[in-house]
């Protein structure tokens, strides 16, 4: 039927219809028994029952009559079928009716009118209901022309009107100013079960007023009311606990938190990393896709990583699985590992290994060369590692079962390349995988797993040699947003330890916290990165990257005087191994300025006993040595009065050199600093002196130093 | 964790020359490519636990440090005794025994699935077979596109499995790599 096609626009103008409605000389039967239905429905007045036999009568009248214009019938007709969709449940008053034709055709028609829009329908049956009063004036089709077109006008007029006074009520009131429910209307909630849409669009609008705050808020009503009111609106549409709502408060702007909150609600994509010992990516998608995966390369970053959007049959189960081809991981669990960056031939310590992505893809990385100490503390999930591990074909492993923190004793300090811990934590960027998480975590949960990961990070720390060719790197990353697991954690390591941040590699995500709330964290903590699933489409992550810079380990936990006190043995220690008679000059040093270090905050005890051995340790005799300039005398003064009294061989030359030569050292330790890691570096902490003159010197001071070591060096040689 | 004594020793080359022939000799003689010093040795096996691991020297001597108690395994593991004494295969060997042994059995694509399963392959699963295949012979079970599944002992040899029923076992099942998936505890 032509009227059928014609029936998919969208929306026919008003004048169609209110022509056809008011030309009753020739309405097509249908439309006659619709304009009815819409009366009765619409209205749901009286006129509806005087109009009915009144349109009955016509429409006898109307079939015994063809119209003269057929064209505008069929265009009317159509118009009435898509007016008459919105009267879906008249369909069946059509059946009282009289012609069975017509009600078939109706009935057609109403089911397809159905999927016109139902602003055009509410217009319509406007149009209808005021029609409906005129239907019964008008009485034939070949009367005044004029009369009837002027009725047309008026129609279109008052159509026209009304819809646009529909407009005005609906812009009314959207454009109504926000307000906070009353606690009346709460209380009432309350007892309700909690209407989802609604609570939905409060939290929408609330965002809305807090984001543009001075201009959309209330009179007198504080921020606090419209925070508090979104708390507890999250609470009750996402089911998040107290303390995660106002941690996660702290640390979004609201529109970023209901971005997050929303990203957790969804369904984490599932990836999948290739086995590069095995097969290769191409080779894997192409073994995949013809078993019904859905796949592509998860993304620029990573070679090795394909995210799959669906498949037939579970990606646990195929063939390829089995023989090790690949492993299914979450894309987050690719960093930590790209971060550590592990090279063959290397000694790698996984330190919570299971369930063996992470241990799996070192090994890949190290094709099977070096080795892989693979350690997880919790036994039930060792059957999980070594069955990743067994079945990726990671030949290189040592797998193992203790207490992160006894790594150190067993496998001794200083004596892997590498470190990755990938420490366990309260897991709040994976919301989306453990929904149960959203309600089962307190301080007190994240408070105990900051002071595991501290001691795991430290015992990590230890394991490390900062002397090794080509290591001397801890990666720490964790699955949780929450900042006293992840920036406070490696602030206290770089208080704790010789170490210091480094650049990850991974040049997506944002940069870890320097300051949050209350807290002041080392300025290298923005070289971490921020992982989370509404910026980056995987679990919420954190990884840190730290270069440890001397075996041995600082006595003083203050951080200023722990890093100068760090610089200076770094020099010792990386000459410990040289055994170098310069040695003992720098030991000579060290405890002096940890000496003064000490004198000067006036807290710390002084280990003695540390000083000590390290001084016993190395020989006694003391070198030549070049003129250096002396300088910062006052400094010297406050170094020699302490030391003087622990120093074992006190002499009056001794002295005098000790002093040339801790200032020589000392400003050979800080150019060093400079030299080694870069203008900007010495842990991001600042000089107190004026830099551009001492600095000059102190190239010169290293210049000068150079030469000699190096003499020293040939001289050596030539001996031996 | 020890080094085999004479005994075990025999027990497991015995099970291993069932597949390699030999080709054992080189099992056992090839340099290590495991362990971080530049020359790792030669790979041995050693007994932790009645399981029996093969790993390069290297990792050997570093897993000492490690206490018996705590250490779960060194490099591959590829078999264990059993409680009476008696070795037996495991499917961890499965990579190495790929590389080694000496004959092989193709199965058909859609027949994967059973043999995966833990059943034995019939005649109607085979679709190649290495020609001078002994019964008794040890034989790694690979798919269609190289990729080893697992293995077993060849219930035929090559000349009678053309002559064999549709449905006569060619291949014992002895493991597969499904059993990662249903034998979850098998390594502890």
Redesign the interface.
Known sequence: MAKKGTKSKPQLPPLAPAGKKGSKAAPPPKAAKRVPKKQMLLESSDDSDTEQPQQLQEEDSDIDVPSDSDAEELSGSDAEAEGGSSSGEEVEEDEDEGDDESDDDSLADDFLADSDEGSGNLLRSLVGFTEGGDSGLDSDDSDDLEAKSRAIDERQQKAEDDAEEELKTNIRSESDEFKLPTAEELEEEAHLPPNLPNLKRRISEIVRVLSNFNKLRQKDVPRKDYVNQLKTDIMSYYGYNDFLIETLIEMFPAVELVEVLEAFEKRPPECLRTNTLKTRRRDLAA?LIPRGFNLDPIGKWSKVGLVVYDSTISA??T??Y????YMKQGASSFLPVMALAPQE???IVDMAAAPGGKTTYIGALM?????IYAN?FNEKR??????N???M?V????????DGKELPK???MNSV?RVLLDAPCTGTGTIWKDPQIKTSKDIEDIRNCAFVQKQLLLAAIDLVDANSKTGGYVVYSTCSIMIPENEAVIDYALKKRNVKLVPCGLDFGRPGFIRYREHRFHTSLDKTRRFYPHVNNMDGFFVAKLKKLSNTIPVTSESTKASEGAAEMADSSEDDEDKKTVNDEREKGVPDKEEKAVQMKNRKETKKTNKGANITKESKHVPDRPAKHIKNHKKDALETDGPESTEPYVDGKEVHREETKQTGQKKKSTSDRTKKFGPKSTLGLKEKKPVSDTKRKRKWQFKLRRDWEAEKKSDKRRKV | MRPLDEKETTQVFEKLFKFTGPNLKHLLERPA??????EPGRYCLRLHRNRVYY??E??VR??T???R?????????IGKFTHHGSFHLTV?AL?LLAAHARRRVWLKPDT?RSF?FGNSVPKSSLARITENTKAGDGVVVM?M?D???GFGIAARSAQDCRKADTNAVVVLHQAD??E??RK?????
């Open positions: 073994a646990g189960a063939t390829e089995m023989a090790g081809h031939k290397e000694r094709k099977n060369t070096g080795i997880e060792l059957h999980g590692l070594l069955g591990i067994h079945r074909g030949t290189n492993t040592i797998v193992c079962n203790y067993v496998l001794g390349d | 490519v495991e362990g971080p010093d530049p790993a390069s290297a990792l570093r897993a440090a490690v206490a108690p705590c250490l779960a395994a060194v490099g591959t593991p961890h990579d994967e995966l798919s596109a990729v080893p599944l790599a499904g990662y998936l979850e505890e098998e390594l502890m």
